[in-house]
Each structure stands twice: as C-alpha cells, then as structure tokens.
T-cell receptor
C-alpha cells in the first residue's frame, strides 16, 4: 500500500516556541491531506483538511492562526504549531489521499508525531 | 459526531476468532463501512471496507447485515499482535474520516 511518513516522530519544545511537523506521501500524489490530533486514551480528532495549492479548511474550534497548515506540493504538507503551550502536547497524525476519488480506503495514515511542550 | 457505536472493550483468547460488532443504524444507501485499527502510539491502519456484501481479505472478514444497520469484523485467528483499538467508520458526507471511540481489543495468551 501507499506510504505516508512524518517527521519528526517525537519532539520536545519549550512553551512559547513554534514547532513544524512534516507529512510526506512517498509513492503517490496526495491531492488532499488531513491533520488529526489525539490526546491520551482519546480518539482521533480531525483538525483540518488541506488541498494542494489551497488554504486549509479547519474544523470548528481549531485555531487557524495557531495551527498553520501548508500544502504547497502534492507530496508534502506541514503543520506548524505556533507559540506552543503545554496543553498543545498531543499525538499529531497526518493522512493523505490521492486523486483516485473519494473512496475511504484510499486514505493512508502517517505514523504520528508525539509533541511534548514543557 | 461519529455515526457508529461500538463496545468500548473486548477480550479474546489467542488463536480464537475475535468478533467485533458495530452499529450504524443511520447509514445511508451509498455509504461504505470501513474498519481501521490503531496499535498503541501508531497511526491508524486500514483493515477492510464494504457496502452490502460480506468481504474478506488477508486480514479479516466483514459481515454486514441485510438491513446494513450493523456489521461485524472478524479476525479469524487472533494473535497478540492484534491487540489494538478497532474503529468502525461510516464515510462522512464530505468524505472525511470521523473516528468514534472504537473498541479496545485485548488478545490474551
């Protein structure tokens, strides 16, 4: 199946700093990428959806100025957590979907990035 | 909100079949049922999906009731590595994956 990578896998940063997380589709062109957040023992929550070359669509309650998403190419999307605070500590997971249609199985997930803000 | 309901947890003995139920009583005619699983601290992994007919692949079988209001994921011979949270998902209207709480399956020796 298609492979999606994330970098870094783990990051620790100090409160007030910004952190960038990269999501790459390694062997297919991802026209749409999704960013999820998962708190301990909770389910995945969709944060935003981005289409290549367009502005991201954020879910209700997600601050677009705090979570900056860039999807500048068909294989790369980045999520920047600006002015991070301890409550932003979470597991961030990206997902990518190719141009083959809206079939759900075509959505592939990355391994996740564990962010810890001290 | 998720359009499915699943039991929060289940246990299964190693080597036995694990049957994970899911209710999706509001599913519409053109929506598929998908199953993903998430092993601790990893991204979700696709398992199987179906519309009306039962489906089988190398990982699992999916049994969908005739009225499509519920389904069961079957892992025929569960191993310790199948311990994970299993998510039953019905495709959202805008094509986004909406995760519920899932079922935490514990496979025990």
């Amino acid at each position: 199946g298609a492979v999606v990578s994330q970098h870094p896998s783990r990051v620790i940063c100090k409160s007030g700093t910004s952190v960038k997380i990269e999501c790459r589709s390694l062997d297919f062109q991802a026209t749409t990428m999704f960013w999820y957040r998962q708190f301990p023992k909770k389910s995945l929550m969709l944060m935003a959806t981005s289409n290549e070359g367009s502005k991201a669509t954020y879910e209700q309650g997600v601050e677009k100025d705090k979570f900056l998403i860039n999807h500048a190419s068909l294989t790369l999307s980045t999520l920047t957590v600006t002015s991070a605070h301890p409550e932003d500590s979470s597991f961030y997971i990206c997902s990518a979907r190719g141009p083959g249609g809206l079939a759900l199985y075509e959505q592939y997930f990355g391994p996740g990035t564990r962010l810890t803000v001290t | 909100d998720a359009k499915t309901t699943q039991p929060p947890s289940m246990d299964c003995a190693e080597g036995r079949a694990a049957n994970l139920p899911c209710n999706h009583s509001t599913i519409s005619g053109n929506e598929y049922v998908y199953w993903y699983r998430q092993i601790h601290s990893q991204g979700p992994q696709y398992i199987i999906h179906g519309l009306k007919n039962n489906e089988t692949n190398e990982m699992a079988s999916l049994i969908i009731t005739e009225d499509r209001k519920s389904s069961t994921l079957i892992l025929p011979h569960a191993t310790l590595r199948d311990t994970a949270v299993y998510y039953c998902i019905v495709k959202g209207s805008q094509g986004n994956l909406i995760f519920g709480k899932g079922t935490k399956l514990s496979v025990k020796p």
